[in-house]
Structure formats: C-alpha cells, structure tokens
C-alpha cells in the first residue's frame, strides 16, 4: 500500500505536471482493475456478513452487560463494512449478475434503513454533482459560497448549518437513514418508493419483535446502539471525505468528473483495523475517479498508478475532524473552504 508520497492536508490542490496522465486518460489507467473475481467477493461479503450476524446474536444471547455492550460495538463496526459491499453492489463493482446477491442485499438495505432506490437516486446525484457549489442536500451536505452566505437570510443560514451540524452526523441514524433516506422519498412519491415502505416495515418491525421477545435490553444492543454508532460512523466518513479544508470547489463552467474526483475527494488515512471496518472506502478519490473498481481493489490501484498516490489526505484524529466541521464555506476569493467565524471576519474587513 502506497501511502508514503500522500500529501498532507496542508497541501494545496494537485499541480498536473508533464507526462501525468490526467482526465480520461488516467481513468483509462483503472479500467483494467474494475475486474472481479467473484469468488473474492463472496468470500468477502460472505465472511462479514456472518461476523456482523454473529456479532449482533451475541450482543442479544450474553448476559453480562459489558460483554453484551463490546458485541453491539462491535456489530455496529461490521454493519459499516456491510455496507460497503452494499454500496459496491449497488456501483455495479461486485456480484452484480447474482440473484442471490440480489435478495441478500435488498434485504441489507431494509434492516438498515437504505431502500435502493431512493439511494442510489440520491447517491448517484452526489457522483454527478461533488465539488460544485450546492444549497440543496440531494445525496450530499450542501455546500455554499460565502457570498452565498452573506446574502442568505437568518433562516436560511439557519437551515444550513443545522444541516452540516456534528449533532446531525452523531444522530443520522434517526435523521439521515430513517427521515431522509427512507421516509421523505416515500412520503414524495409512494409509488416509486415501495421498498422505502418495505424498509420501514422490516426494520421497525424486527424491532418490535425484539421487544416482545426480551424488552428493550435486547433492542438496544442489537439494533439501537449498533445502528446509531453504524449510522454515525458511515455519515461521518461521507462528510469528511468531501467537506474538509484543502478541498476545491470549481464552477460549472470548469467541473468534470475527474477534476471531482483527484480534487474534492479526500483520502481518509486510517489504520489498517479501521480500513478493513471501512471496507476502503478511504480511497475516497480513486473510487469517484472509478466506481466500478471493487472495494478490495481501491489499495492496489493506489499502488499501482502514481498519479493517485499523491491525494489530499485527511484522518480521524480530532483535530482534522474538528477540522472537517470547520471547513463549512467555500470562500471566492482565497479559493478554500473557510468557518463561519472566518466568513464574518472577511465581511467586516472588507466594509472597513
């Protein structure tokens, strides 16, 4: 795993030098790893899919509570990498002629809240538009100017920062999957949002039959705190990897695909327990570059093709996640995302 020549997030934005491939030519480069071996994916899917299964029957059968809470963390960690092989599913990148991939994920995205449709509309959305000036939340956090800002009314600036508020990403599991995912597309249009329904049916149903069966005890640790750390931890990584300081937002006039990718796509470092948890979804930058590149493949492309080697890099140390939350604006002028505090200072400058 190439890692060693990844640019801080200090650095600014890549420099195209002679004779680096770039634009279509460098997604050409990743084409010949969008090859699957099914029987890899299976393995992988398979072998999380029983551990996070094997992770929440424990959280619910232990009796001690300490031993109970570590099963649900860790049940909670599994549903993330999960959901990865789901969100890869759904990509096209792995076992996307098989039926019973087919089932098994469908019934993934019900027990977590993420009914295919109304994700991949939103998710989808976010590819095409990542990197552009956006007041609206279709698939992503919004992102606005500071002029944006300035001209916005108390409601609106309001609105905004609710939307981008750590308390949001800390509860989207109510917020985000249940609302937002799941019950508003339903609510918009019923009729092409059955699986919402089937999604609300499924997952607040098992919750009821827990209850009948052990209480809220056995609630608790198998789906509520499992899925609110899940929840948290998947929402957060989405934020991170696309609202972070050195990141670049261009105009219309300017964006592509691939400028989206190398540079309003971060690449999450994390150590090597946490990539697996995550499924690799830290090469965030090579995965919007190519969707189609199976999760367990994103490394060895890294490796494999010097151009990519050298992204903006974030973490989940507390200062770049603080850091992440505070990159809240994209400033004109300076050409990087800025707070609020910095926005207001550069207002009340500029009128003196």
Same mark, same amino acid.
């Given at each position: 795993?190439?890692?060693?020549?990844?640019?801080?997030?200090?650095?600014?934005?890549?420099?195209?030098?002679?004779?680096?491939?770039?634009?279509?030519?460098?997604?050409?480069?990743?084409?010949?790893?969008?090859?699957?071996?099914?029987?890899?994916?299976?393995?992988?899917?398979?072998?999380?899919?029983?551990?996070?299964?094997?992770?929440?029957?424990?959280?619910?059968?232990?009796?001690?509570?300490?031993?109970?809470?570590?099963?649900?963390?860790?049940?909670? #960690?599994?549903?993330? =990498? *999960?959901?990865?092989?789901? +969100?890869? %599913?759904? &990509? $096209?990148?792995?076992?996307?002629? @098989?039926? !019973?991939?087919?089932?098994?994920?469908?019934?993934?995205?019900?027990?977590? #809240?993420?009914?295919? =449709? *109304?994700?991949?509309?939103? +998710?989808? %959305?976010? &590819? $095409?538009?990542?990197?552009?000036? @956006?007041? !609206?939340?279709?698939?992503?956090?919004?992102?606005?100017?500071?002029?944006?800002?300035?001209?916005?009314?108390?409601?609106?600036?309001?609105?905004?920062?609710?939307?981008?508020?750590?308390?949001?990403?800390?509860?989207?599991?109510?917020?985000?999957?249940?609302?937002?995912?799941?019950?508003?597309?339903?609510?918009?249009?019923?009729?092409?949002?059955?699986?919402?329904?089937?999604?609300?049916?499924?997952?607040?149903?098992?919750?009821?039959?827990?209850?009948?069966?052990?209480?809220?005890?056995?609630?608790?640790?198998?789906?509520?705190?499992?899925?609110?750390?899940?929840?948290?931890?998947?929402?957060?990584?989405?934020?991170?990897?696309?609202?972070?300081?050195?990141?670049?937002?261009?105009?219309?006039?300017?964006?592509?695909?691939y400028r989206a990718a190398i540079e309003s796509s971060s690449f999450l470092r994390m150590n090597r327990i946490m990539q697996w948890f995550t499924g690799n979804i830290g090469y965030h930058h090579i995965h919007h570059l190519?969707?189609?590149?199976?999760?367990?493949?994103?490394?060895?492309?890294?490796?494999?093709?010097?151009?990519?080697?050298?992204?903006?890099?974030?973490?989940?140390?507390p200062r770049d996640i603080a850091d992440c939350f505070r990159s809240a604006l994209w400033d004109e002028e300076k050409q990087r995302m800025v707070s609020y505090r910095e926005a207001s200072t550069s207002k009340e400058d500029?009128?003196?």
């Open positions: 795993m190439v890692m060693g020549n990844a640019r801080s997030d200090d650095a600014g934005p890549p420099e195209h030098s002679a004779g680096l491939r770039v634009g279509k030519e460098l997604l050409d480069a990743t084409r010949p790893y969008t090859e699957e071996s099914p029987a890899i994916s299976w393995w992988y899917v398979s072998s999380t899919f029983v551990l996070m299964l094997t992770a929440l029957a424990a959280a619910g059968i232990v009796s001690a509570w300490p031993l109970r809470l570590v099963f649900s963390v860790l049940g909670a #960690l599994l549903i993330v =990498r *999960s959901f990865i092989t789901f +969100h890869d %599913y759904l &990509h $096209g990148a792995i076992l996307r002629r @098989s039926r !019973i991939a087919f089932w098994l994920f469908h019934a993934f995205g019900a027990f977590v #809240l993420t009914p295919p =449709r *109304s994700w991949l509309e939103s +998710h989808n %959305y976010h &590819h $095409g538009h990542v990197g552009q000036i @956006s007041s !609206i939340s279709a698939g992503a956090f919004p992102i606005i100017s500071t002029q944006m800002w300035h001209t916005s009314t108390r409601w609106q600036r309001l609105a905004y920062r609710v939307q981008r508020h750590p308390v949001v990403v800390l509860l989207s599991y109510p917020i985000v999957f249940a609302i937002n995912i799941t019950l508003i597309p339903l609510l918009r249009s019923p009729a092409n949002h059955l699986d919402s329904l089937i999604a609300l049916v499924v997952h607040f149903g098992l919750i009821a039959l827990l209850w009948v069966l052990g209480g809220f005890n056995l609630v608790f640790f198998v789906i509520l705190l499992p899925m609110t750390i899940a929840s948290a931890i998947g929402c957060y990584l989405f934020f991170a990897q696309h609202s972070f300081r050195r990141m670049q937002i261009v105009s219309p006039e300017a964006w592509n695909y190519n969707v189609r590149i199976p999760f367990y493949r994103l490394p060895e492309v890294m490796a494999a093709i010097p151009e990519l080697q050298t992204p903006i890099v974030t973490t989940l140390s500029a009128a003196r």
